[in-house]
């Protein structure tokens, strides 16, 4: 678990099913190397970042 600071804006863009919980939208991974796939987009003071997770292979880019 990862705790993000108040100030990050969080906002996503789900592919699959993405998960929302208390803590936040959530992508989950499986134990076939599968996930539900997915966008996170984490923003700070005008700089963002985007988390892309892709549901067949599970793999994770992180852009700018």
């Known amino acids: 678990m990862i705790r993000v600071p108040d100030d990050v804006r ?8 993405l998960h929302q ?9 499986f134990a076939s190397g599968m996930s539900c796939g997915g966008t996170l987009e984490l923003t700070r003071l005008g700089i963002g970042y985007q988390v892309r997770v892709n549901w067949l292979t599970g793999g994770v880019e992180v852009v700018r």
């Open 10 to 17: 969080c906002s996503s863009a789900a592919r699959g099913a």
């Open 21 to 29: 919980r208390a803590a936040g939208p959530t992508i989950r991974f």
